[in-house]
């Protein structure tokens, strides 16, 4: 793939993985919209989950938007192909995992290096790793009685949340939140600033990977 620097005359495109509401997805066709995000389309919305409200929100901005889910096939391996296959056909520079809950397959890494990212709502290594999601990393912060959580934008290696950091981003455990209310401080004061903010600056080619370690230009 071309070093992303000597792309600039090129949109940007991107594919957005998705499983439901569809928040961050939001965030990124809003930042878009705002010139925040500069240079870049979506290219493609692909949800696990017909259900998805995420699909509604691409469908209003006439952002081409498609069912794969595992359901549908025979086998896994049958639907990493056909995922691997639709993002390849799309052509896409970045895939996106904004919400996505299927494990991506490790030819699918192999074939992306350091060109697929993730949105976790912690600030990764707390609160990460396998039967970590959703709700259940804001449970585990409040239990644990941390003061401050807040989210991460990492490459997407083999491993579940363990491949380099992009951005973090804190926030502030009040007294009296619920996973719930946490949930939703998180995601309005870091996610949807800082999965924007990533995508800009991968697209004008501003990070760099090295190992594990990430060195943003900003
Ligand atoms: C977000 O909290 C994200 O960090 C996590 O899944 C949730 C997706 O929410 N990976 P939404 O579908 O973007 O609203």
Redesign the pocket.
Known sequence: MPALADRSLKVFKIAVL??????????IIDAIDAGIIRDTEIALVISNNEG?Y?LERAKAKNIPAEVISPKKFESREAFNDALQKRVQDAGVDLIV????LCAIPDRMVDAYPDRII????SLIPSFCGKGF??LK?HEKALERGVKVSG?TVHFVDKGTDTGPIILQKAVSVENGDTPKIL?RR??EQA?WKILPKAIDLIAHGKVKVDGRKVTVEE
Do not use: D, K, R, W
Request: proline share 4%; hydrophobic share 45%; glycine share 18%.
């Open positions: 998705v499983s439901g509401g569809g928040t961050n997805l939001q965030a998805a995420a995992l904004a919400g996505f993730n949105i976790h709502p999601y959703g990393v989210a949930q998180i995601m996610e």
